[in-house]
């Protein structure tokens, strides 16, 4: 019999294992493939990143132009900067997207198996290895392929960092059974039933407990670490973290929950806390001393928040119905961005930016409405626009071809995963921890993103946890009838 449930085991794991292999190839041949169509992608640098990383090498200095600035996240220039110091060039950039892009699909594969998504974990991994914006800006010398990744460790991280209380006594019970420890076959404390078993159990449902509290605490201390880092490559992560605490308070059995349990609650957020202050203080403490101002985002913010909010762009695109704001609007708009903000010292440019966007939706508060709908459209378009992917396609008949079937095929390809993910929010399970964290996670950015400047780009590191939930809603649909009603009682 033991024999048998040893192969049986080996058996899983090879299969696992086998399966894995093939993502992670079929990862590596997409994305491989897709960089070396254009090689030169990677080396244009749109956002300045590489800029900011060479004056790191050069110059060690967090700069642009020579001057100190907290206008972009530091963690990728830093990133490009250590790659760029040890002697590699734009090819070993290109590498390292592709090592984060097969880190982010076994990613997606540990946090579905956390999850129980059984075999349809491959289904999530999949989506994950082949998803079109993933695998486009992968290409590019930009922040999503590595946020995306750690945005995946922070969830797999915060799946592990749960408090006792709101899981139930599991572990508990696991080591009753070892003992022939029950509580169900007599009304008396567990104590009672450990005398009886002896002073063995006591001490092993006593240090069993006092243990996973400690590694509760710990995966806590690593999420804040991870989150923290994750907000030095995108400051939009900060808006997920009020909502995973929330969850985490109001989760499982938080009503059976005694004094030990509460507090040991309050130790986890601590922690979680604690390591996200940890790791966002060298760069708040930098800017204090640089800048005069301990910044712990960027300068970038009000630029962003004014660009979504700001006359030229409602006229031309709300009033005007234009479905891409016009380059002679938005240089209009960028001239007079750079007159109000002309002579400022960063911090004080940043709070002229968001001072007349407010002032902006003031004055048009119906257009402030349209634009906020027109951004989350934008943001959750399942296929580009025309412009995205006109880099792919030759000049000619033939390159509009290309380009239009592009649009259709990756629109059809995100319509799929779309309707799977809403199957799979219908779930009951899904709203249970830590399958809440998912649709935390996708509110969060949603709603940081119906303010500021967005577009479909800016989901791209979000689609791991919509690749979840469409393998659940795939999982869910293929189940008997009877089960698909239970989940969604």
Known sequence: MAHSRRGTVNSTLRHHCTAACILVTVTLGARGAYLLTDPRRITRDID??????????????????????????????????????????????????????????????????????GRFVYLAAALVAVDPLLVHHGALLMTETLFTFLLM???????????????????????????????SDDPAPVAVHAQRAGFRATVAIAFGSASRQCGFVGWALLSGI???????????????????????????????????????????????LAGTVIAVSPWALRNWRVLGSPVVTTTHGGQTFWRANNAWFYDACIGGGAPVWPDESRLAWEREMKRV??????????????????KTIRS?????AAATGYR?????????????????AQPGAGGNRLAVGAQVLIGAFYAVEFVLAFVGLCRRTTWAWPWMLLPALLF????VHAFYWTDMRMRGPLMPAVALLAAAGARSIAQPPSRRAGERE
């Open 444 to 447: 969060s950015f949603t709603l």
């Open 341 to 358: 903000t002309a002579g400022l010292h960063a911090r004080a440019a940043d709070r002229v930016c968001y001072r007349e966007a407010r």
């Open 376 to 392: 989350l459209a934008s943001f959750w378009r399942p296929w580009p626009k025309r412009d995205a992917v006109s880099d792919a």
């Open 153 to 183: 460790f922070v969830l797999f991280s915060f799946a592990h960092a749960v408090p006792a209380g709101m899981r139930g006594n599991r572990g508990v019970a696991k080591t009753e059974q070892v003992f022939h420890v029950k509580q």
């Open 48 to 117: 300045a990143y590489g800029h900011i990383a060479r004056q790191l090498v050069d110059h060690g200095a967090y700069a642009i132009e020579g001057r100190p600035t907290a206008f972009r996240p530091p963690l990728y220039p830093l990133v490009l900067a250590l790659v760029w110091k040890l002697g590699g060039g734009y090819g070993a950039v290109a590498a390292l997207h592709l090592v984060l892009g097969t880190g982010t699909v076994v990613l997606t594969l540990a946090l579905g198996r956390r999850l129980g998504l």
């Open 364 to 368: 048009q508060p119906g257009d402030f």
């Open 226 to 272: 991870l989150l923290g880092v994750a907000a030095l490559c995108r400051p939009s992560v900060w808006a997920f973290l009020p909502l995973a605490i929330a969850a985490m308070t109001t989760s499982g059995e938080r009503q059976r929950a005694g004094t030990g349990r509460r507090w040991h609650a309050c130790a986890t957020i601590g922690a979680l």
